[in-house]
C-alpha cells in the first residue's frame, strides 16, 4: 500500500535538495519575522489551531468563500450533547481577537501589538501558490486607530522580505469605507450590477443582496465590462474614512514606501473597515499577492467586545519562500547549521570510548554525532562529510591504549594527535 500527503499539503524536509520545502529555509524565515517583529514592539500569541465555527461565522463573515467553501470542520462526537461544531482555523486574526478578549487583553495597557505564525487550512483548488494546508506569518494590532498604524504594519512586512532580499515587489493600498459610508456605496454597486446579473456567475448572483462589495474582485468574472467599469469606494467615503485614507498615504510617503491605489481591492473577509492592502510579486502569476491585510475596526465588537479598533497582515510563507527560490535569493539561507564534529570508532574497545566522549561534546555544548551502523573507517568519512562536519574525531584501539584521537580539520584538510581530554577545549580553541 502507497500512501501520500493529502493533496494541497506540503512536507517541510531538511535539506538544500527540497528547494523551498527545505525546513532550514522556513525556520530563517521564521527567525526573521520574530526578530522584526519584535523591533517593531510586537509580541508572540500562539493561538489553538481549531476555533469553535461560530467565531468564523460571526467574525469572518457568513457570506465568505472561507465559511461557505472552504473550512474544515470537525464533526463532533455524536454521543456528547454538549458538542459545538469546530474547525481548522483558516485565518489567524479571528482567533487572535477571541484570544485578546478572552484573556483580559483589553485591560493591558494599549495598544496591543501582538505577532503569531503558524498552519491554517483552506478546501481550496490547489495551483501554484494556493495549498489546502498552508502557513501564515501574522501580525495584529488592536487598540490604535491612527492610519500610521495601518502603514506601520505595511512596513513591518516590506522589512521582513527586505531581510531577505526580495525586491520588485507593488504595495496596492484601497479603502473600503466604514459602516457610515458603505450603504451608500453598496446601493451604487447593486445598481450598477443589477442590469447585468443574468451575465455572472453564480457566485457574484448570490453575493449580489448578500456582500455586493465582492462582486468587484471576482475572478471568474474578471474580464466582464461591468466589473471594469464599476462604482469605486474612494468616491463614497465619509469624511472621517477620507481623513484616515488621506493620513495613509502621508505616512507611506513619509517613509519612503511607493505604492499605487487599486479600488478592486476589497478583501475577501466581512471585517474589513478603511484600509485594505496587498502586497504583490509578479512571479506568483495568478496567486501574485505574496500578503495582504487592512482595518478591521468592527471585528472585536462583533466577537463580544467593546468597540476597539483593529489593523493587520497575514503573509504566505509558502508563497515568500517560492519566490525567494524562483528569484535565487539563497543567501539567508547559506550559513546553515554544521555539525561540529564527527566521532569515527574503530574496534570494540574504541566504541565505548568514543560514545563517552560524544555524550562530553554534547553536554559542552558542541554539537556531535557518531556511527549506529557499523561501517568501515572509508564509509564512516564519507558521511562524516555528507554531514558537512568541521571535525572528525578518529579513535581506533591504538588511539584509545595511548589516550589520544587523531582530529581531522575537515576544511582545511589537516590532522593531529590530542589527547582525550583535550578534544573539547581543541575544538573550541580552533573556533576562535
Request: overall charge negative; glycine content about 10%; charged content about 25%.
Amino acid at each position: 500500500m502507497s500512501i501520500q500527503a493529502p493533496r494541497g499539503f506540503n512536507d517541510i524536509l531538511p535539506g538544500e535538495q527540497y528547494g523551498w520545502r527545505d525546513s532550514y529555509r522556513w525556520q530563517r524565515l521564521e527567525e526573521i519575522f520574530r526578530e522584526v517583529a519584535r523591533l517593531y514592539g510586537y509580541q508572540e500569541l500562539r493561538p489553538p489551531m481549531v476555533e469553535y465555527v461560530d467565531l468564523f461565522v460571526h467574525g469572518v463573515g457568513a457570506t465568505t468563500d472561507i465559511v461557505t467553501k472552504e473550512m474544515f470542520n470537525i464533526t463532533p462526537r455524536g454521543d456528547d450533547p454538549d458538542a459545538r461544531r469546530m474547525a481548522m482555523r483558516p485565518e489567524f486574526t479571528a482567533g487572535l481577537v477571541r484570544a485578546y478578549l478572552e484573556n483580559g487583553m483589553p485591560n493591558n495597557p494599549q495598544p496591543t501589538k501582538i505577532f503569531a505564525y503558524g498552519p491554517a487550512f483552506r478546501y481550496e483548488n490547489v495551483q501554484k501558490g494556493r495549498f489546502r494546508g498552508f502557513h501564515q506569518l501574522d501580525v495584529e494590532v488592536f487598540g490604535a486607530q491612527d492610519p500610521a498604524v495601518d502603514a506601520e504594519v505595511i512596513k513591518l512586512g516590506l522589512d521582513v522580505v527586505a531581510r531577505l532580499g526580495l525586491t520588485g515587489l507593488v504595495v496596492s493600498v484601497n479603502s473600503i469605507g466604514c459602516p457610515n459610508c458603505r450603504p451608500r456605496y453598496r446601493e451604487a454597486l447593486q445598481n450598477h450590477f443589477r442590469p447585468h446579473l443574468g451575465e455572472l456567475c453564480e457566485d457574484c448572483n448570490t453575493r449580489f443582496e448578500r456582500n455586493p462589495l465582492r462582486l468587484i474582485d471576482c475572478k471568474r468574472d474578471a474580464g466582464h465590462p461591468a466589473q471594469q467599469s464599476a462604482p469605486v469606494t474612494l468616491d463614497y467615503l465619509c469624511d472621517d474614512c477620507r481623513t484616515h485614507w488621506e493620513g495613509l498615504l502621508s505616512h507611506l510617503e513619509a517613509m519612503g514606501i511607493p505604492y499605487q491605489i487599486d479600488t478592486r481591492i476589497v478583501r475577501g473577509l466581512d471585517y474589513y473597515t478603511k484600509t485594505v492592502f496587498e502586497v504583490l510579486h509578479p512571479k506568483l502569476g495568478a496567486q501574485s499577492a505574496l500578503w495582504g491585510g487592512g482595518r478591521y475596526d468592527g471585528l472585536i465588537e462583533v466577537v463580544g467586545g467593546k468597540p476597539t479598533p483593529g489593523v493587520g497582515f497575514g503573509m504566505g510563507m509558502e508563497r515568500v519562500l517560492m519566490v525567494l527560490e524562483e528569484e535565487g535569493l539563497t543567501a539567508p539561507f547559506a550559513d546553515r547549521p554544521r555539525l561540529d564534529v564527527f566521532v569515527v570508532t574503530l574496534g570494540e574497545a574504541a566504541r565505548p570510548v568514543g560514545l563517552k566522549l560524544l555524550y562530553e561534546l554534547r553536554d559542552a555544548g558542541i554539537s556531535a554525532d557518531i556511527d549506529y551502523l557499523g561501517r568501515s573507517l572509508k564509509a564512516q568519512m564519507k558521511y562524516a562529510g555528507k554531514q558537512n562536519s568541521r571535525y572528525v574525531v578518529i579513535l581506533g584501539e591504538d588511539e584509545v591504549q595511548r589516550g589520544e584521537a587523531s582530529v581531522k580539520n575537515m576544511d582545511e584538510g589537516t590532522q593531529e594527535s590530542v589527547p582525550l581530554d583535550q578534544i573539547i577545549s581543541h575544538v573550541r580553541r580552533a573556533e576562535v
